[in-house]
């Protein structure tokens, strides 16, 4: 964004402490616990806690439960980086009305940075109703505060030009009431909390013409929610911009979070010679809105296929040949918002190289 990247030579002192405690209640029921201490020498310290319950009443079903809490402290470059003047990120101005802005910004690291804390519970089982068969169903539910993330050019304008106390010194104004320079760090933006359900369905079986394992691990995304320090909820499901088509809190540095994405592995194994299959796939999401009419725009469902063989003919030596994106899929059409250039694919979702042929070769001493 033409501005310099500064060197950054900081260190610093961490020191943790760990204990685990397993405990067998009755046949069949045990319980976990465990804590932990983290002393940072520049942003403090913090125990954190993990319990968990695992009951399996019957040979084909178990149940499992968790709850725990979390901390993650701001990195070196985050608190330290030396803050620059550089341009700015195209963005809209809501009070003049005008589009595609570019000014100075100051930006870099924030040495006033909390560190995140989260707490989280977790219920869920494993089914086998026949021994081929793998059903495993959890809920997640995770709230974390002082979220840490880098706010667009975008969303602190509209946040100052909106009122929002949050942003009142993130903008400076010419005397005729125009925008001269914007300030962008990383902030504490404020909480999140996300829920949903993780999938992972798995099937084994032997032929005479060889071993099948089929499995799909997935995740179905109910809410994913940021709240600002200015108390604006950003809901960041299936999308990246909000309904003014101005960016999520998080989008420029986190991307997008799917409503449904999963994994469809199949594997097929004869002897020496394997050959698997993989899906990747992920839900439309909304990317932004097309210039000159508006309009919404989705990048519609997304499937991309890869496929590896294998054959361990001598033993600890692999040889492997694959194709990443077998059918060469173009990305969905992406529509960028803020500090987001690229403007033919969305680069934290699809890969640019397209098809992508690949040999291995591994040996293993023994």
Not at 24 to 51: C, M, Q, W
Not at 247 to 258: C, H
Not at 356 to 364: C, N, R, V
Request: proline residues 6%.
């Amino acid at each position: 964004l033409g501005g310099s990247v500064p060197p950054v030579d900081r260190d610093r002192d961490v020191f943790a402490l760990f204990g685990e405690l397993n405990v067998p209640i009755v046949k069949g029921l045990e319980a976990s616990l465990a804590i932990r201490n983290d002393d940072y020498n520049d942003v403090g310290s913090k125990a954190t806690y993990f319990g968990s319950l695992r009951w399996q009443p019957m040979k084909t079903l178990l149940l499992r439960a968790s709850a725990g809490t979390g901390f993650r402290a701001p990195t070196l470059l985050d608190l330290h980086t030396p803050q620059t003047v550089g341009t700015s990120a195209q963005f809209s101005d809501p009070i003049t009305g005008q589009d595609n802005l570019q000014v100075s910004e100051l930006s870099g690291g924030n040495p006033d940075l909390k560190p995140e804390e989260s707490t989280q519970y977790s219920i869920g089982f494993v089914w086998s109703p026949v021994p081929q068969l793998s059903i495993g169903v959890d809920y997640y539910h995770i709230e974390i505060e002082d979220t840490i993330a880098t706010p667009s050019t975008q969303e602190v304008v509209s946040g100052f030009r909106a009122g929002n106390p949050a942003y009142a010194s993130s903008v400076v104004l010419t005397p005729e009431g125009d925008i001269e320079m914007t300030k962008v760090f990383a902030t504490n933006v404020g909480d999140a909390k996300t829920e949903g359900f993780d999938l992972d369905v798995t099937y084994r079986d032997k032929f005479a013409w060889g071993n099948v394992l089929v499995n799909l691990q997935g995740t179905y995304v109910q809410t994913f929610d940021v709240t600002s320090p200015g108390g604006t909820v950003s809901h960041n499901v299936g999308t990246i911009v909000d309904n003014d088509c101005n960016p999520v809190i998080g989008a420029d540095s986190g991307g997008v979070v799917p409503r449904w994405k999963h994994v469809l592995t199949g594997t097929w194994a004869y002897g020496p010679w394997s050959l698997t299959a993989v899906q990747n796939y992920y839900r439309s999401y909304q990317t932004g809105c097309r210039q000159g009419d508006g309009e919404k725009n989705y990048t519609g469902n997304q499937a991309l296929y890869d496929l590896r063989g294998a054959w361990t003919g001598v033993k600890g030596l692999t040889l492997a040949i694959g194709i990443k994106n077998l059918l060469d899929e173009d990305p969905p059409i992406f529509v960028p918002v803020s500090n987001q250039f690229q403007a033919g694919y969305d680069v934290a979702m699809y890969d640019p190289r397209g098809r992508f042929i690949y040999g291995s070769l591994q040996y293993k001493f023994r």
